[in-house]
């Protein structure tokens, strides 16, 4: 992953309402979660969380995707692999054995996840 994709990704994740949504949006799955719950759930007006989830999928971490009149974002598996798999490249000098397992993060699928 490029260096300038990490660092908009980690910027991106570095405001408390942003971490937030990105939070609940892992736990809710590949389904994802309507904006106007994901708002209710932080305790933001949906107007301020729009601005922010907007951010996020810019960043390429969340994906909208509109349904009926609802908008639901679901987190970006591959994506945050990616970011996972780039912060923890070089764990503990390539010996993972060292690293308690910490390489298996940027391996699991989504199936074993669940």
Not at 6 to 20: E, F, S, W
Not at 58 to 69: D, E, I, K, P, T
């Amino acid at each position: 992953m490029e260096e300038s994709k990490i660092v908009d990704a980690l910027q991106a994740l570095g405001h408390a309402t942003r971490l937030q949504a990105f939070r609940l949006l892992v736990v809710a799955g590949p389904n994802g979660l309507p904006a106007g719950s994901l708002a209710t759930a932080i305790g933001v007006p949906s107007s301020t969380l729009s601005s922010h989830l907007s951010r996020l999928e810019h960043a390429g971490l969340v994906q909208s995707q509109r349904r009926s009149r609802q908008i639901f974002y679901a987190i970006q598996i591959e994506a945050v692999r990616r970011l996972l798999g780039y912060l923890i490249e070089d764990c503990c000098q390539g010996e993972a054995d060292l690293c308690g397992g910490i390489a298996a993060l940027t391996t699991v699928s989504c199936e074993e996840c669940q």
